[in-house]
């Protein structure tokens, strides 16, 4: 692929499983990825209508509110609504730049159930370090969940139907139509180097040679570094989770501030109403950063939401991050997956390899979708 007159490599695979793909069919595959000898019991149905997410992604309702909570967090959701950081009129009394969070609840005096749930669930905060920032960036994290809540109906998030292996597909396709090559199921043999610089990538005898080369941590071990792990635990159930009303899809965050812990702890159920699962069975994956030595006995209050459980299936895994910046050697490493079910960081991680290779942050704005694109005609 050639991106500002430099041709590029991009080289991904799981990481997490050293596998090449983010998810699994037929259902047997991931009985052997697991080392279980004995396949699924009929009960699951046929294999192939199975397509397990690896690392799953969502790109709510809730209970946890009296009618006086429910009023106060309605009064703080108009101000998120109205506020236009452009617009002092509409910040009332706070200064976005200098009033933290922390100040801004208690303006409208919520509960702590209810900022956790706010930064948590809404922002997608993964600790509580917001809440002595100022509130500038909170507030327009609410407003996108807020927006996107109001766009899509039920839920702020998308699936794709028949699992996340669907993007790269999508990605594929688009890529070709601009130049791209796809070389699939290629091992890797060498990152070829010239004085120190990246000229391109050997497989099977062949070079695929290159000015940048764009990879996750597992093409290069010797450049990236471990900052943690992650558990994930991968869920058969013949159910839907408790207390959602029978929902075919969610996603749980439990606070970390509700489970005396430092990082939160996630829940993605998806079902075969997306085509990922035989009929009537659901997939549950919960997933937390790891802190002590015990990262199943961590995850157990997400667990006991779930049971009865038919099948799991743990894995426990690296985070890594990359050692330099690559602008020496021009290969830019991705960050290992974190143990979030949203896309947030992902999207964050995306941004910051761009602007590495680039010099420049990306600009949403020179992507809109032009006349004769792929799309097809702007509209009138």
């Known amino acids: 692929m050639s991106v500002n007159g430099k041709k590029i490599l991009h080289m991904d695979r799981n990481p997490y499983y050293g596998g090449e793909s983010s998810s699994i069919t037929p259902l047997e595959e991931l009985y052997k990825r697991f080392g279980l000898t004995e396949g699924p019991p009929e009960s699951m149905g046929k294999g192939r209508d199975w397509n397990v997410d690896l690392i799953p992604k969502f790109l709510m309702a809730n209970d946890l509110m009296g009618m006086f909570e429910k009023r106060r967090f309605r009064k703080f959701l108009v101000f998120v609504a109205n506020f236009d950081e452009n617009d002092p ?56 969940y807020s927006e996107s809540l109001a766009r899509y109906g039920k839920s702020p998030y998308l699936y794709p139907l028949y699992g996340l292996g669907e993007l790269p597909q999508g990605f594929a396709r688009l890529s070709a139509i601009y130049g791209g090559t796809y070389m699939l199921n290629k091992p890797v043999e060498e990152i070829v180097m010239e004085n120190d610089h990246v000229v391109g990538v050997k497989s099977e005898g062949e070079v695929a040679r290159c000015k940048q080369l764009i990879c996750d941590p597992s093409y290069i071990p010797d450049r990236v570094r471990k900052s943690g792990q992650v558990i994930r635990v991968i869920c058969v159930l013949s159910h839907p989770i408790k207390n959602t009303n029978d929902a075919n899809s969610c996603q749980i965050i439990i606070p970390q501030n509700q489970v005396n812990r430092n990082s939160d702890i996630y829940v993605c159920m998806i079902s075969y109403a997306h085509n990922v699962a035989a009929q009537g069975k659901y997939i549950a994956i919960v997933s937390t950063t790891v802190e002590t030595n015990e990262p199943e006995a961590e995850i157990e209050p997400a667990l006991e939401l779930l049971e009865p459980i038919d ?50 942050d990306f600009d949403f704005e020179n992507m809109k979708r032009k006349q004769n694109d792929v799309f097809g005609e702007d509209e009138q």
């Open 89 to 144: 009129k509409t910040f009332e009394g706070v200064d976005p730049k200098l009033t933290t969070m922390r100040d801004v609840y208690k303006k409208f005096d919520l509960g702590q159930d209810v900022i956790d749930f706010t930064g948590h669930a809404l922002a997608l905060y993964r600790t509580d370090d917001y809440m002595d920032q100022p509130c500038l960036e909170t507030v327009n994290r609410i407003k996108l």
């Open 311 to 360: 099948q799991k299936f743990v894995a426990i895994s690296d985070l890594l991050e990359p050692t330099d910046d690559g602008t020496e050697s021009q290969i830019f490493v991705s960050r290992a997956y974190d143990a979030t079910t949203h896309f947030e960081t992902t999207c964050n991680d995306i941004k910051d390899v761009y602007k590495r290779m680039t010099g420049s």
